[in-house]
């Protein structure tokens, strides 16, 4: 088992920015791929980035690239998702996830077994 506990949402500006940290503890951290997803309400949860378990590989979804950073600590057990130029349509819960690392780097939530509850980032205009 892996547990996930995601910290650092909050209520800010657009334009404005946000770091969002996501604690794992359990199994052996480095062995896992990691993800971003959010989900609006009324909406399906979407993928926003993801990070390979070496940090040697990452993906972001179109409407993230450039103003989002992913990355992770592995020494530390944390992923790290910066969020810059933050705009209203990002508002969102956002989760991470972990996914084992012999699986190809994906955008599938189906492919990640692990979930935190998420943490709420709300962006007012």
């Known amino acids: 088992q892996v547990q996930l506990a995601e910290s650092g949402g909050g209520l800010v500006q657009a334009g404005g920015s946000l770091r969002l940290s996501c604690a794992a503890s359990g199994r052996t951290f480095s062995n896992y791929h990691m993800a971003w997803f959010r989900q609006a309400p009324g909406k399906e949860r979407e993928f926003v980035s993801a990070?390979?378990?070496?940090?040697?590989?990452?993906y972001y979804a179109d409407s993230v690239k450039g103003r989002f950073t992913i990355s992770r600590n592995n020494a530390e057990n944390t992923i790290y998702l910066q969020m810059n130029s933050l705009k209203p349509e990002d508002t969102a819960a956002y989760y991470c996830?972990?996914?084992?690392?012999?699986?190809?780097?994906?955008?599938?939530?189906?492919?990640?077994?692990?979930w935190g509850r998420g943490t709420q980032v709300t962006v007012s205009s």
């Open positions: 990070i390979n378990w070496s940090a040697g590989s990452t």
């Open positions: 996830a972990a996914a084992v690392s012999w699986r190809p780097l994906s955008s599938t939530p189906g492919h990640y077994a692990y």
